[in-house]
């Protein structure tokens, strides 16, 4: 168990290093991502950029600004170069709207796509089971933004059933809450729900010719509990690892196009800010946010998978 | 096989149940004009007009609310009203707004020494909003935390121009000796190195609002300084909202010419500018922020649904114009320049900006005294363009073929109008592509002037103050040609222009409605010279819910919405 | 895109074509690539919708042809200020305040105008060739390297392996969507050799980068279970050098796995260049793309639905035809059998 906790603490280190210097090397090939020109703004001149150059030490060799700008954010000491806002505050400010988008759009996906697969499996080649396909490939082939804008505008402006966006903290209104969230989750979810729900049919189909279902079977187990108690608990696996990563992009700011239709001003509506902005500083962090949710919710979805499936259990 | 529907139908119940809530809850919040959806605990009002808050919808958020950084109109729009300097605005409506007054001093400078030395009394009495008293040499420190932070108009506006501003910006100096101030009798002496006439709406920018001195001189952006002002803001969420919410220590100090506002104002910010147009259609907002465009898709509803709190206003500040580069082909070549004015279709820029701009060709626009009243275009009368001239002076001009980068933001119209300014670029015969680049970082990308060089491209500039300075000391002389940052993106250098400019910035701006003529002239001959091709002054939505009196709320033309105006109705 | 585990139907070249082993002669029987082709035949579904997709293709390959003999106008051609006449009536092509006209179903704009006065039913069969064009090179990329980098590191093990799995790991730990809108705006505002921003092959070089990891992981999976059979141990027997090795005995076996991984990339990177588009770092104007027809169509969803509505439609029938026929193709490919290709993942991008 302590292995297995430090090596997932190792891999979780090694890919925070490697992601952010990924992301400060690119940025460092934009001219006009000069630090000292976007904290100087517009109109400085020369003697102000110089001055900021030295005060904020960019003049010195990249590997030097680089570990300076790690120990800024891990410490919570950096500040945004345009505006000067503290950024692991304002991606404080953000994690409850995605918190909560991930969270109620991932249970929404997860539960509809089991829903969806096994019906469609149960169902296989019949008409329900060809509907089925087409409606959630349907949602697989469709642009988020698109489908969010005119939800948007139908659904909210013309028939007023929704807000226009925004959000409101659950603490503060739980009702104005969930209203402004179920869009954003309908959008997020018609995604997800087509792909998982075609990966669960398609595992559901294949361990009906395992070993184990047949002696199940022998054993005089119903159809139903077949289906519920042993097939189901293996078709999970793949389900199950997938939900972990999507989860943990979604939460590491990954659904940027939805927050940005939405204006829910989560991680990724600061994401996609802080890139146009060439706000070096906050992206980083954020990418920071992702790949440290990423092995975390990894781990977790390791040692679930490890319970559903004992063969995994015995080969760790 | 009942029980595999269940998990499914547990879905549909629930999403059957949410639509269900959100059908119900809408007959409430469309008829409760009083909470704002997106706004967490705003204040009932009662149906008087004296209290009570408004929602005003934003589409981006300030750069700071730290009048030390900030130089952006959203911000402006705030601090002009939080942080009052020794002179301010008229709170009054059209041109009228531009004329200054006395703000915290107890009168407009006194200007002598051939316009190098001001003198004024700072009011008796003043206390900042958190209740500390206000003292003379609280302007000498805003004016240090200014260029130490720096504020973006510092090194253009306040550091050459003050004596010693250079030797305290560059760190040799521990103050600003031009400045002198004397707390007890409240007098403030400012030497200049030079007579120069804007300097009066210098000292009525925000940054250089009174702040108490001592405040830390690293920005502030979540807990800025206290001003003296009308209001003062509170609950700042970073890239969301902030409240302008009314300083209860104003009325009492009886500044005359700034009134005490009636309601405080929530800001939200929300980048989605059609949701924010619909939500003031539908009275869910208050406000709709005058520096953001409304969708032309959405004008004929707004104009059928709300045609009586909804209406256009030139403020006459503000000029869009697409610069030529002069030292680099192909628009160093006067005829090629020509060209591009005389066959600009200004009637399809228009359109594409939702029918909002009027029509232009003179750089100054019509609030800053300067801008040519009787003189035709030299031109032509702006209007659809004359492609075949255009053609015909591209042949002349021998630049024919020549390729051309069209550098572009991205948001709506912008794009749009250097789409059609490439493909009009195209039709007269030069080889023109478009670069778009993202809005937040387009000026400071066409600014890398030593490595770029741009050729030309869109460009926009809303006064600082209505003195032609503003315009000419910053984006057309020689001297204003910066190697990063610059701002003179068509690195015009003519010396006519930079000999004259210099010449008359020592005009006063109090002084200048008599004495436009020269500047006039000078902007005719930018003109003449098409070192830019304007193709118009910018109108800006005046765009309410129906709680608010609409005849009271006032546009000031540099600042846009007059926050001490609102009222609910 | 998670692991997979051997495969069922064995499409490798050595397997023999239906032989019994006590010497007796069977008839002739069909190999499994024949079987595999007449169950995709009789899949009605996958048959109608690969016929769909391939009708788009060449539509949009015709679009000079329609440009420059149905509508007369090229697809960047502004008309800000014109006139048309529709049914009698002489109509502003933009009106005033920027909303243009809808679908006049003649030959001269027959679906609209957009906000600049182009003919949209031209911009939609250009668009679409652009967008066709970036996916089709960004599948290319994915397929070309995922496959490389997968058997590289699923054969050599050791080293190589880790080495290749750790720079995977970082790809595909960034958000794709993230790492798109980055990439993009870094090749938009400076340049990175002789890719420039307005270049189409700038968003088909960044898509294709972004799913190299999820062709890559399976790929990797397969071969290392390949690796381990007797075909494999034979040929290394026999001396052949590794190369040979992947290419002739390996990357055949892996045919499957490629053929059903392309429209399922193909499909995304589709998706995805629309994502990109919409954040601004995707193809860039005046360049059209079904992507940018998009994005600038939703500001004029209240009065001129049309012009989201076409390419909307366009994007979706394109890339849900790919999805049919690409599950088709699983369903003959491997039917009912233990390979778990698990077509996933990727759809963080598109949100």
Redesign the interface.
């Given at each position: 168990m302590a292995r297995f906790v430090v090596r997932r603490l190792l891999v979780m280190f090694a890919l925070l290093i490697a992601t952010t210097i990924v992301t400060f090397g690119l940025f460092t090939l934009i001219?006009?991502?000069?630090p000292a020109?976007?904290i100087?703004?517009?109109?400085?001149?020369?003697?102000?950029?110089e001055?900021i150059n030295v005060e904020y030490g960019f003049n010195k060799p990249i590997y030097v600004q680089y570990v300076k700008t790690m120990k800024n954010i891990l410490t919570g000491k950096a500040y945004s170069y345009?505006?000067?806002?503290?950024v692991d505050?304002?991606i404080k400010?953000?994690l409850p709207a995605t918190l909560s988008l991930a969270l109620g759009a991932g249970f929404?996906w997860l539960?509809?796509s089991?829903?969806?697969g096994?019906?469609a499996a149960?169902r296989a080649g019949r008409l329900t089971d060809r509907l089925l396909a087409v409606l959630a490939l349907t949602g697989v082939s469709m642009p988020v933004f698109f489908l969010g804008a005119v939800l948007?505008y139908y659904?909210?402006?013309k028939?007023?059933?929704?807000?226009?966006?925004?959000y409101?903290?659950l603490t503060?209104?739980p009702?104005?809450w969930?209203?402004h969230l179920?869009l954003p989750w309908?959008a997020l979810s018609v995604l997800f729900i087509g792909f998982y729900s075609r990966v669960l049919r398609s595992s559901i189909l294949d361990s009906v010719n395992e070993d184990y279902v047949r002696t199940a079977h022998a054993k005089g187990l119903s159809e139903?509990q077949v289906?519920v108690r042993h097939i189901l608990r293996n078709s999970l696996i793949p389900i199950i690892s997938l939900f972990g990563l999507d989860l943990a992009q979604v939460i590491g700011g990954g659904a940027i196009i939805t927050e940005?239709?939405?204006?829910l001003?989560g991680v990724g509506?600061?994401a996609r800010?802080s890139i146009?902005?060439?706000d070096i500083i906050t992206l980083m962090a954020i990418v920071m946010l992702t790949a440290a949710a990423v092995v975390i919710l990894g781990a977790v979805v390791d040692v679930i998978t490890a319970y559903l499936d004992p063969r995994i259990r015995l080969m760790t | 096989?009942k029980?595999?529907?269940k998990?499914?139908g547990?879905?549909l119940a629930?999403?059957i149940a949410?639509?269900a809530?959100?059908?119900c809850?809408?007959s409430s919040?469309?008829s409760s004009s009083s909470k704002s959806?997106?706004s967490?605990?705003a204040a009932a009002p009662s149906s008087s007009s004296s209290s009570g808050t408004i929602t005003l919808a934003q589409g981006v958020?300030p750069?700071?609310l730290?009048p030390g950084?900030d130089?952006t109109t959203q911000g402006a729009e705030t601090n002009w009203l939080v942080y009052t300097g020794l002179t301010t605005y008229a709170h009054t409506s059209g041109l009228a707004s531009t004329k200054l007054i006395p703000g915290l001093a107890t009168a407009l400078p006194v200007i002598t020494d051939g316009g190098k030395t001001y003198t004024v009394t700072l009011r008796k009495g003043l206390k900042f909003s958190n209740g500390k008293p206000v003292v003379a040499s609280d302007f000498t420190y805003a004016v240090e935390r200014s260029i130490k932070i720096?504020w973006?108009?510092?090194?253009?506006f306040i550091?050459p121009n003050i004596v010693g501003g250079a030797a305290y910006?560059?760190?040799k100096a521990k103050s600003i000796s031009g400045i002198t101030t004397n707390d007890a009798t409240g007098k403030i002496v400012i030497h200049l190195t030079h007579p120069y006439g804007a300097f009066v709406n210098v000292l009525a920018e925000p940054t250089l609002g009174l702040i108490p001195a001592g405040f830390p001189l690293?920005?502030?952006?979540?807990s800025p300084p206290p001003g003296v002002g009308p209001y003062k803001v509170t609950n700042i969420?970073?890239?969301?909202s902030y409240d302008v919410v009314r300083n209860p220590l104003w009325p009492s100090m009886n500044v005359p010419g700034i009134p005490a506002g009636h309601v405080d104002v929530d800001v939200?910010v929300?980048?989605?500018v059609?949701?924010n147009a619909?939500?003031v259609l539908?009275n869910?907002a208050d406000v709709f922020d005058w520096a953001d465009t409304i969708?032309?898709?959405?004008?004929?509803?707004i104009q059928a649904k709300a045609s009586s709190r909804f209406s256009f206003i030139n403020l006459g500040g503000s000029v869009y114009y697409f610069f030529l580069n002069s030292q680099e082909k192909p628009f160093n070549n006067q005829l090629a320049r020509e060209a591009v004015v005389t066959g600009l279709?200004e009637?399809?820029l228009s359109?594409?900006?939702?029918?909002t701009l009027v029509p232009a060709c003179f750089f100054l626009p019509p609030a800053v005294a300067g801008h040519p009243t009787s003189a035709s275009c030299p031109y032509g009368t702006p209007g659809?363009g004359n492609l075949a001239k255009a053609k015909a002076l591209v042949k002349q001009s021998g630049e024919e073929g020549a390729p051309v980068t069209v550098w572009s933001q991205?948001r709506?119209?912008r794009?749009?109008w250097?789409?059609?300014y490439?493909?009009f670029l195209n039709s007269i015969g030069f080889k023109a592509?478009?670069?778009?680049?993202?809005?937040?970082?387009y000026?400071?990308?066409i600014?890398?002037e030593k490595?770029l060089h741009p050729q030309t491209g869109f460009a926009d500039w809303n006064q600082d103050f209505p003195n032609p300075i503003d315009f000419y000391g910053?984006l057309l002389t020689g001297g204003s040609i910066?190697?990063?940052?610059n701002?003179n993106f068509g690195e015009t250098n003519d010396p006519q222009i930079n000999t004259n400019a210099a010449k008359y910035s020592a005009i006063s701006t109090t002084q200048l409605q008599a004495n436009s003529t020269q500047w006039q002239a000078l902007d005719e001959y930018t003109a003449k010279k098409a070192y830019v091709a304007v193709f118009g002054y910018q109108k800006f939505p005046k765009f309410t819910s129906s709680r608010i009196n609409y005849g009271a709320a006032l546009f000031n033309s540099i600042y846009g919405w007059d926050f001490t105006s609102f009222e609910l109705k | 895109m998670s692991t997979t585990s051997a495969s069922g139907t064995d499409f490798s070249d050595s397997a023999p074509a239906g032989s019994a082993g006590d010497g007796q002669a069977l008839p002739a029987g069909i190999g499994p690539w024949a079987l595999a082709w007449r169950r995709l035949r009789r899949n009605k579904t996958s048959m109608a919708f690969g016929g769909l997709f391939l009708l788009i293709v060449v539509l949009c390959l015709l679009a000079p042809v329609y440009s420059h003999d149905v509508a007369h106008i090229g697809p960047?051609?502004?008309n800000?200020?014109g006139t048309i006449k529709v049914g009698g009536k002489t109509e502003n092509i933009?009106?005033?305040?920027?909303?243009p006209i809808g679908p006049t179903w003649h030959s001269h704009y027959f679906l609209g105008a957009d906000?600049?006065g182009r003919d949209v039913a031209v911009r939609l069969l250009y668009g679409g060739r652009n967008s066709l064009e970036i996916g089709a090179v960004a599948t290319l990329i994915t397929m070309i390297f995922g496959t490389l980098l997968g058997l590289a590191a699923g054969y050599f093990r050791g080293l190589a392996d880790g080495a290749i799995r750790g720079v995977l790991d970082v790809i595909w730990a960034y958000p794709a969507v993230l790492l798109g809108v980055t990439l993009g705006?870094v090749l938009?505002?400076g340049s990175i050799g002789p890719l420039h921003?307005?270049n189409l092959m700038v968003p088909a070089v960044v898509i294709g980068f972004v799913y190299i990891p999820y062709v890559a992981k399976p790929i990797r999976g397969q071969t290392l279970g390949l690796r381990e059979r007797e075909f494999v141990d034979a040929a290394r027997q026999q001396g052949l050098s590794h190369l040979r090795i992947m290419g002739w005995e390996i990357l055949p076996n892996l045919a499957s796995t490629i053929i059903v991984f392309i429209p399922l990339i193909l499909a995304n990177a589709i998706l995805l260049e629309a994502g990109l588009t919409y954040l601004?770092a995707g193809v860039?104007?005046?360049n059209a793309s079904w992507g940018t027809m998009i994005t600038?169509g939703i500001?004029?969803?209240?009065?001129?639905f049309h012009l989201v509505l076409a390419p909307g439609i366009m994007l979706v029938l394109a890339v849900l035809s790919i999805n049919i026929f690409g599950d088709g193709l699983v369903d003959a490919l491997n039917p009912r059998a233990k390979v778990r290709i698990s077509l996933t993942g990727s759809e963080t991008d598109d949100h």
């Open positions: 001219p006009s991502a000069n020109v976007l100087a703004g517009r109109l400085a001149t020369p003697q102000e950029i001055q345009q505006s000067g806002f503290n505050s304002e400010a953000g929404i539960v509809s089991i829903a969806v096994t019906l149960v948007l659904l909210g402006y028939l007023n059933w929704f807000p226009l966006g925004g409101t903290k503060s209104n009702l104005q969930l209203k179920i309908f139903r289906l940005s239709v939405f204006n001003h509506e600061l800010d146009q902005r060439l | 096989m029980r595999y529907v998990p499914l547990a879905v629930v999403v949410a639509i809530i959100g059908a809850g809408s919040s469309s959806s997106a967490s605990g958020f750069q700071s730290d950084l130089y720096p973006g108009g510092s090194g253009e550091t910006s560059s760190g690293k920005v502030q952006p979540t969420v970073a890239n969301q939200k929300n980048s989605n059609s949701a619909l939500a539908n869910t969708p032309g898709s959405l004008q004929p509803q279709n009637e399809a359109r594409l900006g939702g029918g659809i991205e709506t119209p794009l749009q250097g789409t059609y490439t493909q592509t478009q670069k778009p680049i993202a809005d937040a970082t000026f400071t990308t600014g890398e490595t910053v910066l190697p990063t940052d701002e | 960047a051609a502004e800000i200020t933009v009106s005033l305040t920027d909303i906000e600049l705006t938009a505002v921003g307005t601004g860039q104007p005046p600038d500001d004029q969803i209240p009065a001129a």
